[in-house]
């Protein structure tokens, strides 16, 4: 019903997304009374993932007024005395969703013995779409009358679905074990798309992403690059290997397990011309000889035919 955002307060949030409902800025938690929220939402991803002092004034205003408050940082908000005293006080919640689940297991290759057809969304690096790409994709397939669901891996990704797991915040041993889980869940489902996170090629996240590679053992692997990025936007910022390469990469690490093939790549086009766009469709699509499709603008139906097909 609202964001708050001191820095772009008396706009709303089609300022930022054109084609977004007229969703008002506010200034602070007490500016939306009139709109009855029900929760906070802390939709903050910082380096070392603790809450910024700034931001704390909004989540002690929303426990005193009651409302839930729903967190995605490494830093449990549960933990605080502080705050874990005033939602007991207003009868408020407070939901860490990067607190890994109690269970723990280790993944044995289960998921490949799923009735349901798997796919994964794989990066060419962090922070490229691959949550919008999957949400999307299984949309479309629910849309064409199939029982798919959207597996959710991060924070973000759980807020939208309200389940799954931040599997970057799950013990080494056990992160594959925890996407293997998700998948089996849903074993007699359709479609399973999994939320890829992070990139294999990129020194920081590729544990994470092998984790989910070998978790969910895909039947298909849909690749998501940001246009134009030529270097990983965290450090090191090295110059990012050229899409062709990760594919290849993403189809040799998951045969180890079980044989997946690259069927489509989902082009983030944000910050570059249209002409420019095009153009990159073209040489990817020639270059690795499947559909490419920006998933806002041209939808995924030709992804989705690419990961049924397979």
Known sequence: VGIVDSAAVGTDVR???????PVPILVEVGAAEHLRPDALFVGIAPPGGALPPPMRRAVVDALRAGLDVVSGLHVYLADDPELAGLAQGSGARIFDLRRPPARRTLATGLARTTRCRRVLTVGTDGNVGKMVAAWELAFAARRRGLDAHFVATGQTGMMLAGGGVAVDAVAADFAAGAVED????VADSDLCVVE??????????????????HGCCPDAM??????????FRAVPHMRMPAPVQQCAAYEQMAALVHPARVVGVALNPTGCSGRWVQDEKRRLAQELRVPVCDPLADGVEAL????LAG
């Open 222 to 231: 849909i690749l998501v690059h940001h246009a134009g990025r030529a270097h």
């Open 196 to 213: 890829g996170q992070g990139s294999l090629a990129h020194p920081g996240f590729s544990a994470v992403t092998l984790a989910l590679l």
């Open 15 to 21: 300022s930022a997304i054109p084609w977004a409902p």
């Open 182 to 185: 998700l998948v089996l869940a």
């Open 304 to 307: 989705l035919a690419a990961v």
